[in-house]
């Protein structure tokens, strides 16, 4: 195939399963010819179709054309042409097209961890030296008690970082945590087979898991014993440098105690134990207890926000990093009463959602109603006590709102959910277009209507490149990949490809960073650079989104 590539053909550049929906898209102003599919092997066309125009243009007033090969179904790695106009980015067919990028989205938090050296055995050219071991963690003057004044040591190692930068936060690990144990709740066969290669392949905890117990273990350390309150960081006062983790060496503090910090550390610890008993009873009696203390702290100090500027006037020294100050606390409650109810039975906590508001909202960090209620829909079955009504009002409502993004994404130029609403495009899109990509899955899960996975499938077409500025998002798969992330472990190696497996921010109109942005057209606004921390950042939360819906589809095609 002579001809050149063009920049103006999307689509996932990863690929598609034989027999799901095969869409890309070109943007043309002129009438295309006839397209075809290039066989890369054979050195042949193997098929060939029509470009269709689309009605909507895109945000920045574009006509687009679909090519629609859904009846291609042969296995092997392709390119589309157009006559006259170029060919697309390479792209493969197979029954297991997700299989390595499903692993490497969750090897991803192995390359995360604090504490500990990652080895070349499981890392190859990205092993490093470990940093922050957390042996000695001042209590900041913000979260002074009697037992713990200002300045005391305390050990909280492990976890994973955060994003970019080196804190650990537990409001952000919180919803990592309940989205990757959500994730193993729904496909447990399909983890019992996965091997990620991690220090701990080969015990007889799935591999996932394993990664899992990383970061709960530094949770764990992150209650205070005294009276159940959790510690809503583990951080420096500022930012450190973009330099490697074992240079990054300032003093890490223990801040404030928060009550979004207590219930999303509630409910992770209420999941974690139900799930780990069958691998070890006894650490299932640990969470369960840690889950019940935080729940019983968070209801003696119902009102403790996370305000940073209002601490910083009081207390020294500041503290300046990610804040994640929600001040909205009513779905924190929600979602740690449903772990707690699920995992104990207990009706103190069905009290509670009895007459909880039960619309639909799309998870984020701030907003985590629904990871409770996904969770209450997967055990339906153990929870009889639950009136038959409350449980329909509840799927009627999921349903309702996988059905308004399947018929949004029907009518945009990008054919994906995912960009219907310019809103979409905020701080962390990608992970709005994962976590919408999540609600379809569920959906699908839900009640087998077909075109909710084809939606699903859509956002992923969506994050590997069907999108405004022709990037896979993921680093290291597909052609055009994010190659400057904002990302201290990458940043501070370059002599090194960026770490692989990480989905970027996303494009963000608002650019926070004021780094030099190619376009202010919201789903355009994307900098492969790594200053762009508000588009080209990667995070735990936004990971954790992305592994749910690839290996979400990858063990829903096997099952
Ligand atoms: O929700 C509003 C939306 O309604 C409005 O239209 C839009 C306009 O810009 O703003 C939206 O809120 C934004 C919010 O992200 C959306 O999630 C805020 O402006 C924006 O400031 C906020 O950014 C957060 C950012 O930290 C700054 O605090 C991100 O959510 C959050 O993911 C990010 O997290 C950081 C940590 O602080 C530090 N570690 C890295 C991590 C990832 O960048
Ligand atoms: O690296 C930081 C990143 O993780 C945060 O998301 C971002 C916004 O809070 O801040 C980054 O740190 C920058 C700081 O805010 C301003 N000085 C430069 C820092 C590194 O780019």
Redesign the pocket.
């Known amino acids: 195939n002579t001809l050149e590539l063009s920049e103006f053909i999307r689509l996932n550049q990863v690929g598609y399963f034989p027999d799901q929906s095969k869409v890309a898209i070109v943007l043309s102003e002129e009438t295309l010819g006839g397209f075809f599919i290039w066989d890369i092997t054979a050195q042949r066309i193997v098929f060939e179709g029509r470009p269709e125009k689309v009605e909507a243009k895109t945000l920045s007033g574009n006509t687009v054309w679909k090519l629609d090969f859904t009846g291609f179904s042969q296995e092997g790695n392709f390119e589309i042409g157009l006559v006259d106009f170029g060919k697309s980015h390479p792209f493969s067919v197979h029954r297991e097209i997700y299989s390595d990028l499903s692993n490497a989205a969750l090897k991803a938090f192995y390359f995360q961890r604090a504490s500990v050296d990652i080895l070349s055995e499981f890392a190859g050219k990205w092993a490093r030296t470990g940093g922050h071991p957390d042996t000695q963690v001042e209590i900041h003057p913000s979260a002074a008690s009697t037992a713990r004044p200002a300045g005391t040591v305390i050990s909280a190692p492990k976890g994973w970082y955060?994003?970019?930068?080196y804190?650990k936060?537990i409001v952000?690990s919180g919803i990592t945590m309940g989205t990757l144990l959500s994730l193993y709740e729904a496909f447990p066969a399909f983890f019992a087979k996965q091997k990620l290669n991690i220090p701990e392949s080969g015990n007889a905890l799935p591999d996932i898991l394993d990664e899992v117990l990383w970061n709960l273990d530094w949770m764990l350390s992150m209650q205070d014993p005294a009276d159940g309150g959790v510690y809503h960081k583990l951080t420096t006062a500022k930012f450190e440098g973009m330099v490697e983790p074992h240079k990054a060496v300032n003093q890490r503090y223990l801040v404030q105690k928060s009550t979004a910090a207590a219930l999303d550390f509630a409910a992770v610890m209420a999941q974690a134990s139900r799930i780990f008993k069958p691998f070890s009873p006894e650490g299932a009696v640990v969470y369960q207890k840690a889950a019940e203390k935080a729940w019983n702290w968070a209801i003696q100090n119902p009102e403790l926000r996370y305000r940073q500027n209002e601490m910083n006037e009081a207390f020294d020294p500041d503290v300046t990093?990610?804040?994640?100050g929600d001040q909205n606390l009513g779905d924190e409650w929600i979602w740690a009463a449903s772990e707690l109810y699920i995992s104990t039975h207990n009706l103190d906590y069905w009290s509670i959602l009895e007459d909880a508001d039960l619309e639909y909202h799309l998870p984020?960090?701030?907003q985590v109603k629904w990871l409770g209620f996904y969770s209450l829909i997967r055990h339906e079955d153990a929870l009889s006590q639950i009136p038959v009504e409350w449980m329909s009002m509840l799927k009627i409502n999921l349903i309702a709102a996988a059905k308004a993004y399947q018929s949004a994404g029907q009518n945009q130029p990008y054919l994906s959910p995912m960009g219907a609403d310019p809103?979409d495009f905020?701080?962390?899109s990608n992970a709005v277009a994962s976590n919408q990509g999540i609600l379809l899955l569920e959906a699908y899960r839900l009640n087998g209507e077909e075109g909710f996975l084809q939606s699903a499938r859509a956002n992923l077409d969506y994050i590997l490149g069907r999108n405004a500025t022709g990037f896979s998002y993921v680093t290291g798969f597909g052609s055009k990949t994010p190659l400057h992330p904002h990302h201290r472990l990458a940043t501070s190696r370059p002599e090194l490809p960026p770490l692989p497996g990480f989905m970027v921010?996303g494009p963000n109109p608002?650019q926070?960073d004021k780094c030099a942005y190619p376009s202010k057209v919201p789903d355009e606004s994307y900098a492969d650079v790594s200053c762009s921390?508000a588009s080209n950042?990667i995070?735990i939360?936004w990971s954790a989104a992305f592994a749910y819906l690839v290996n979400g589809i990858q063990a829903t095609e096997a099952e």
């Open positions: 955060d994003a970019g930068d804190n936060y952000n990093t990610g804040a994640y984020s960090w701030s809103k905020i701080w962390g921010g608002a926070q921390y950042e995070a939360n």
